[in-house]
């Protein structure tokens, strides 16, 4: 439609017998519908309507646009300007609806595509928190975007390339951190093994979460059975874990201390007294956490 907007083709209309125009070859017509004769023909470029009919089983005629219509048209094609697709959709058996818009509303169309397609390219440079984060917008942005629907092929397509980048990247950042956690586990426990069965409360340098901070956990008290252990992962949240061994329960419950813990980041947990997790939102009181921790445990050992 574009190259023949670009053609400047001149709009042919002619009001003729209804049975000799049916006979123009590629001519466009509603099916069922009923059309009074005469027949308002119009045709786009060709040499016109009359010299279609004088040879109406022409080869040329079907690249044409030509049909019945009642409505008005412009003069020249060159006067839409510009044509996007945006759409098109079953309505129905042999039925199809397509959307379009011309003129100013084309335009914008394509220049928005262009400008997606631009941060689209751009995004497949980033990484890590950035590249979640521009992802998630640039499908936001896609979802409601009025452009052509070659270009939202496109672009759909690159959204499926980031959306697995992204998982290999979350895949890959969560190993290492469960990793860096489990080795920080074993080094506590190292450090507290002249007393085996002293607390144990520490924030983790990982930015470990929940699932992180079970590797940790499992690494001390594989070294430490008899030690009660608090360990708090700071990330985008807070999360914390207690075990405490069945010998201490009467004196210090995992779920209470826990929630001390979490208390001054305003988050809370649950278990049992044995063995309790939580988490807040804010992580940015972490350090005051395992403060109120190792406090919490010390009144409740002493």
């Known amino acids: 439609m574009n190259a023949q907007i670009a053609e400047a083709l001149p709009v ?3 009001v003729t017998g209804l049975d000799g125009a049916k006979e123009i070859n590629g001519l466009r017509a509603v099916f069922g519908e009923q059309y009074p004769d005469p027949v308002r023909v119009v045709a786009v470029g060709g040499p016109g309507v009359q010299q279609m009919l004088d040879a109406p089983t022409e080869a040329e005629w079907e690249k044409l646009s030509s049909e019945f219509c009642g409505g008005t048209h412009i003069g020249n094609s060159s006067e839409v300007q510009k044509f996007a697709l945006l759409s098109e959709e079953g309505l129905g058996r ?4 397509v959307l379009g818009v011309t003129y100013e509303k084309a335009e914008a169309a394509f220049a928005e595509a262009a400008s997606l397609a631009k941060r689209f390219s751009a995004a497949e440079s980033l990484s890590g928190d950035k590249l979640a984060a521009e992802s998630a917008e640039l499908i936001k942005l896609l979802e409601t975007a009025t452009i052509p629907a070659a270009d939202r092929k496109k672009l759909n397509d690159q959204v ?3 959306k697995k980048k992204v998982a290999e990247a979350s895949k890959g950042d969560a190993k290492a951190v469960a990793e ?3 080795a920080e586990g074993d080094a506590l426990a190292d450090a507290s093994a002249s007393t085996p069965t002293a607390p144990v409360v520490a924030l983790l340098k990982a930015e470990a979460d929940a699932k ?3 590797g940790a956990m499992a690494a001390v008290t594989a070294k430490l059975p008899d030690a009660p252990v608090l360990l708090i992962g700071a990330g985008k949240t807070c999360a914390a874990l207690a075990v405490v061994p069945k010998a201490l329960e009467g004196k210090l419950s995992a779920k209470d201390w ?5 208390e001054p980041c305003g988050g809370k ?3 049992k007294p044995g063995r309790a997790q939580g988490a807040a939102r804010d992580p940015t009181n972490a350090a005051k956490a395992t403060e109120a921790a190792t406090a919490f445990a010390a009144s409740k050992l002493a």
């Not at 042999?94 to 609806?97: D, F, K, L, N, Y």
């Open 12 to 14: 042919q209309i002619q």
């Open 94 to 97: 042999g039925v199809r609806r």
């Open 160 to 162: 499926m390339g980031l």
């Open 180 to 182: 860096a956690a489990k």
């Open 212 to 214: 992180a901070l079970e």
């Open 258 to 262: 826990v929630n001390a813990a979490l």
């Open 269 to 271: 947990g649950g278990g």
